[in-house]
């Protein structure tokens, strides 16, 4: 007897199905809709549509916005508390001899001293990716941690710009305008000697202090930008880790107590802690062993390094950072692990687009073999040291894509790896019946039509496999008409494994138009929450980013995640 044909669930069918709530939190800051207009709604004229625009906003915007009015608050307590002990509290006798810049200095340094802690808490990626896990996790933006890193560093350049100018006037005031007797009076002065000159004042404690500081944060901040740190890594690295000579340094900055008793080490030590532990443990899990299984040369100037090591795991979406020694001692490069976490290996998908990235495809494919394996079983490299130091894993945006039942996959170039590994869970999860993803969308764009060939075979795989997938490719680079000719002509598999010409019904030789999709799919997916996760260039970022907040009305809900290393 024939069997009966199972037939799989359309599209349609998932869409159809009820659906369980996304968990996506409210966010604190939503405005409560419906029933009667209060006093302030009234007199602010605001009506429950503009609630509804600010709950919508907040859809994408609520962690970002809550964290910046905590640290926009804390700084102005801090420098509020400041300004009141030196205006009207005990310290009013120094600013009565001295002048305004006394509580201007002791504000802005009050405020460093909170934006120092803060600023090294945003790249303990270990802490943050612990926090990630737990209910915090939800309220807070931990995929902006390095952007949020760099606003600190701005606000710590302004503050401590201030800070300076402040006290260059106190030193001229000092010097050149204050009576000896009075600052003698507030203990500023010892009895019969003559107040300091400007210049002789940069010589005290505070002042020499002062001086290293700042000229380690000059260095820290001119090489920080872009146009310093990617041509010269290096630098940028060295550099950066003068951050140990500031936080020792501003710990003795104060040792005086000519103004009050120094605290910069009650505001630092705990985040400074926290970053000695973080740093034992990167260094003991990046010593241990680690061994190329497999290396292979892909088109595109692309290679997929496939690696074992000891008690690894990790999650789909995650990133490692890896260290070639035998490149560079001390260059980490971070890079999100394309595999899925059911295999009993680990890889990464590298793009040769630099210096460093070139010296491993040099090292790697000596012989410049075009496709194929060009490495198996490597421990060491020419010169026996380990051949990779891997760190991590951490966690990204991409691991909150099962919170969600429908998602899209937004990739630009090299930035597919991460969907990679979650569209292989994916498959997995669901030949084991254990998939909760109801329907993905996987929108993938590139420059040249080859670099497809990176996925094709699990891509092809999935189109058969997976319902409730659809796959659109974005091909943006020039191509002639023979091409495309010799592309159709061409058999749908080849040698066992697919080929670009399976997947030409399915390209669209331009750029994606980013608006319509999302509002064809605002009415498709009308009183639901679909989870957007994109990787790839800024530009692109900025139109989904967009997109989500545009087309996120009342129940129907798009909500924006973005890798950021």
């Known amino acids: 007897m024939e069997s009966a044909k199972v037939e799989e669930p359309s599209r349609a069918s998932l869409l159809a199905a009820p659906e369980k709530p996304a968990k996506v939190k409210t966010s604190p800051l939503a405005m409560k809709t419906g029933g009667e207009l209060s006093k302030v709604d009234k007199m602010f004229g605001i009506t429950d549509e503009h609630k509804h625009k600010w709950n919508d906003w907040l859809v994408n915007n609520s962690a970002k916005l809550l964290l910046v009015l905590l640290v926009v608050a804390a700084n102005i307590a801090v420098i509020a508390e400041r300004l009141h002990h030196y205006l009207s509290g005990d310290g009013k006798k120094y600013t009565d001899v001295v002048g305004w810049g006394i509580p201007i200095a002791r504000a802005s340094a009050a405020a460093i001293k909170l934006d120092s802690g803060l600023i090294l808490i945003c790249v303990l990626r270990n802490f943050l990716s612990w926090v990630r896990s737990t209910w915090v996790g939800s309220y807070l933006p931990i995929d902006d941690n390095i952007k ?6 701005w606000v710590l350049a302004t503050l401590s710009s201030i800070h300076v100018l402040a006290h260059g006037v106190n030193f001229y005031k000092i010097g050149f305008e204050a009576d000896a007797n009075d600052l003698a009076e507030i203990g500023m002065l010892a009895r019969g000697k003559e107040p300091a000159t400007p210049w002789e004042s940069l010589t005290t404690l505070p002042g020499a202090t002062g001086v290293v500081i700042t000229l380690v944060m000059f260095f820290m901040f001119t090489t920080s930008v872009a146009s310093t740190r990617r041509p010269m890594f290096e630098v940028f690295w060295f550099t950066h880790h003068l951050f140990l000579v500031y936080f020792i340094v501003n710990s003795f900055h104060g040792a005086a107590g000519l103004l009050e008793t120094p605290t910069f080490w009650c505001w630092t030590i705990g985040p400074l802690v926290m970053y000695l532990i973080e740093r034992t443990i990167r260094i003991i899990r990046g010593s241990q062993k680690t061994i190329v299984v497999k290396a292979i040369q892909h088109p595109a100037k692309t290679i997929e390094i496939r690696l074992k090591k000891a008690s690894f795991k990790y999650k789909s979406g995650q990133y490692v950072f890896l260290q070639c020694p035998y490149i560079a001692a001390f260059e980490w490069h971070p890079f999100t692990i394309s595999s899925s976490p059911d295999a009993d290996y680990m890889s990464v998908h590298i793009r040769i687009v630099g210096d460093w990235t070139g010296d491993l495809y040099n ?5 410049k073999k075009p496709s194929g394996v060009i490495q198996k079983n490597m421990i060491n490299a020419p010169d026996g040291q380990p051949i990779f130091l ?3 894993p951490f966690g990204t945006a991409s691991a909150d894509v099962w919170k969600f039942e429908h998602v899209q996959l937004w990739a630009a170039g090299i930035g597919v790896t991460p969907f990679a590994s979650i569209l292989k869970s994916i498959r997995h999860q669901m030949k084991e019946g254990t998939c909760k993803i109801k329907t993905v969308e996987f929108y993938w764009t590139n420059r040249e ?11 092809d795989d999935l189109a ?4 409730g997938l659809e796959i659109y490719l974005f091909f943006t680079g020039n191509i002639g008409a ?16 697919a080929t670009f010409s399976s997947f030409l019904s399915r390209t669209t030789f331009a750029r994606p138009n980013i608006p319509h999709i999302f509002e064809t799919r605002a009415k ?3 009183g639901r929450t ?3 996760f994109f990787c790839g260039p800024p530009a692109v970022s900025s139109q989904l980013l967009k997109a989500c907040q545009k087309n996120t009305s009342g129940s129907t809900k798009f909500v924006y995640h973005k890798e950021n290393f």
């Open 482 to 497: 023979d091409q495309v000719k010799r592309a159709m002509a061409a058999p749908a598999k080849e040698g066992g494994k």
């Open 148 to 153: 949020f890193h760099k606003y600190l560093g």
């Open 464 to 467: 058969h496999t997976c319902p």
């Open 390 to 392: 891997v760190d991590g």
């Open 363 to 367: 090292l790697l494919n000596p012989t």
């Open 449 to 459: 039509c080859v670099a497809f060939e990176w996925f094709l075979d699990l891509l």
């Open 524 to 526: 498709e997916f009308q």
């Open 530 to 532: 679909v989870g957007v």
